[in-house]
C-alpha cells in the first residue's frame, strides 16, 4: 500500500526565503505525481505534474523534483511572497490500466510573513 | 474552457440521511474521481468513473457510489450518513490519455449533525 509522507507538516518563512518542501513515498512504482496548493476550505490547484519518466518540472518561481529510485520529491519554491501562504499536497499517481488514482500526503501549512 | 465544478457548496445533513453531490468535468475530459478530505487531512481516495463505469475504488464502503453521465459529469451518492462523513469531497476530472493530470474542483463541504 503507497504511503505518502510529506515534511515539515508546518512552516513559517519571512518573505523573501527560498524554500524547500519535501514529500516522501513507500512504493516506487509510481506513474506521475503531482504538487497541488491549496487554500483554506478551497479545492486544490494544481502546480507542477512530473511523469515519471521525469526528473524535474519549473513554472515561474517553483521547481518540483522526482527520484522515484529513493522515493523522494521535492518542491522549491524561491523568493516566497505572502501570497504563497496555503497549504502545499503532493500526490502520487498509480495507474493500474483502469485509470490514475491518487494517493496525497498530509500537506505542509506555509506561512509566509511579510 | 470551463473548469471543474461542484454543487453544492455546503450541506448540513443529519446522520442516517442519504445525500447526492455533485460534479461537472472540465471540458474534453472523460473520467472522473473522487476524494474526501477530513479537516486537516490529505484527501483520501473514494473511487473514479470512466465511460460511465467504476474503474477503480478505495477503501470507502459500499453506501459510498457514484455515477458519470454520459456528458461526463458525476453524482456522489452517500446512504445512512455517519457523523464522520463530515468533510470537504472533492471531485477531480482528467483526460485518459498520456499525463492524466487530474483538475479538482472547488469542493462540497458536507458536515453531518
Known amino acids: 500500500k503507497q504511503e505518502v509522507t510529506q515534511i515539515p507538516a508546518a512552516l513559517s518563512v519571512p518573505e523573501g526565503e527560498n524554500l524547500v518542501l519535501n514529500c516522501s513515498f513507500t512504493?516506487?512504482?509510481?506513474?506521475?505525481l503531482q504538487w497541488f496548493r491549496q487554500d483554506p476550505g478551497k479545492g486544490l490547484t494544481s502546480l507542477l505534474l512530473i511523469q515519471s519518466s521525469q526528473r524535474e518540472q519549473t513554472s515561474g518561481r517553483l521547481n518540483a523534483s522526482l527520484d522515484k529510485s529513493s522515493g523522494r520529491s521535492t518542491l522549491y519554491i524561491a523568493a516566497s511572497q505572502p501570497g504563497d501562504s496555503a497549504t502545499y499536497l503532493c500526490a502520487v499517481g498509480l495507474d493500474n490500466n483502469a485509470g490514475n488514482m491518487l494517493t496525497f500526503g498530509g500537506g505542509t501549512r506555509l506561512m509566509v510573513k511579510p | 474552457e470551463t473548469g471543474v465544478t461542484q454543487s453544492p457548496t455546503h450541506l448540513i445533513k443529519t446522520r442516517g440521511q442519504q445525500v447526492t453531490l455533485r460534479c461537472s468535468s472540465q471540458s474534453g475530459h472523460n473520467t472522473v474521481s473522487w476524494y474526501q478530505q477530513a479537516l486537516g487531512q490529505g484527501p483520501q481516495f473514494i473511487f473514479q468513473y470512466y465511460r460511465e463505469e467504476e474503474n477503480g475504488r478505495g477503501n470507502f464502503p459500499p453506501r459510498f457510489s457514484g455515477l458519470q453521465f454520459p456528458n461526463y459529469s458525476s453524482e456522489l451518492n452517500v446512504n445512512a450518513l455517519e457523523l464522520d462523513d463530515s468533510a470537504l469531497y472533492l471531485c477531480?476530472?482528467?483526460?485518459?490519455?498520456?499525463?492524466?493530470?487530474?483538475?479538482f474542483g472547488p469542493g462540497t463541504r458536507l458536515t453531518v449533525t
Open positions: 512504493d516506487s512504482a509510481i506513474y506521475n
Open positions: 477531480a476530472s482528467s483526460f485518459r490519455g498520456k499525463t492524466y493530470e487530474q483538475y
